[in-house]
């Protein structure tokens, strides 16, 4: 009788093959630069992979910290539109469009009446937040790159909320870039100019990254 602790699989991975990428496996999906939507769109994975101009970008896997900040912001956005009754808040894995050729994944999106139709994906979208993860390559994503991407796409004000820096940038859209509304401290109390009366406690945001409960 076999012992119950022997592995089902006994046949190691040949030792010249360890540490090697697994290629059979990526010839499965097209090369960089050759992606298409549908390419995109049929990806079945949990990691949050957004396109961009025939490339894929795979984002970092989220923290507790990160998610704990993600679930604060999203059900105080969420109360706020329940209580006036307009839009829809919804939150990450999500693929939004912003232009023809690319999608994002913001953490948290808010769509307006106008918006709120269809059962895909969203056509751009009127606010967006994205808390930022660790690393160089995610801060200038969302620091920069984002920044860019989502005023050109006409979303009407973006979130920042920077956790390495404690602090939440709240950018307005004015024509085809963004200005700064605030940047706002860990004593200072995050306001948006498109929902009238949206605010957060920016000591509060951060402070539930650290605990089990909002």
């Known amino acids: 009788m076999e012992s119950p602790t022997t592995p089902y699989f006994t046949d190691p991975c040949p030792p010249s093959q360890i540490g090697d990428p697994s290629w059979q496996i990526a010839l499965l999906f097209p090369a960089q630069g050759s992606w298409t939507e549908d390419d995109y769109l049929a990806l079945n994975t949990n990691w949050l992979i957004e396109f961009s101009e025939g490339c894929i970008e795979v984002l970092p896997m989220p923290t507790l910290f990160h998610q704990r900040i993600v679930q604060f912001l999203y059900h105080l956005l969420h109360a706020y539109v329940q209580e006036q009754g307009a839009g829809e808040v919804l939150f990450a894995p999500l693929p939004v469009r912003i232009s023809p050729a690319k999608f994002r994944e913001p953490d948290i999106v808010y769509l307006g009446p106008a918006r709120v139709c269809g059962d895909r994906y969203p056509e751009g979208a009127d606010l967006a937040v994205e808390v930022v993860s660790?690393?160089?390559?995610?801060?200038?994503?969302?620091?920069?790159?984002?920044?860019?991407?989502?005023?050109?796409?006409?979303?009407?004000?973006?979130?920042?909320?920077?956790?390495?820096e404690r602090e939440i940038h709240v950018l307005s859209l004015d024509g085809d870039a963004y200005r700064l509304h605030g940047k706002f401290g860990i004593d200072d109390v995050a306001t948006s100019v498109l929902l009238s009366g949206f605010a957060a406690v920016t000591k509060d945001v951060f402070a539930v990254g650290n605990s089990h409960t909002p």
């Open 134 to 164: 660790e690393g160089e390559e995610a801060r200038q994503r969302d620091l920069e790159t984002k920044r860019v991407e989502y005023a050109k796409s006409g979303i009407g004000e973006y979130w920042i909320v920077d956790p390495q």
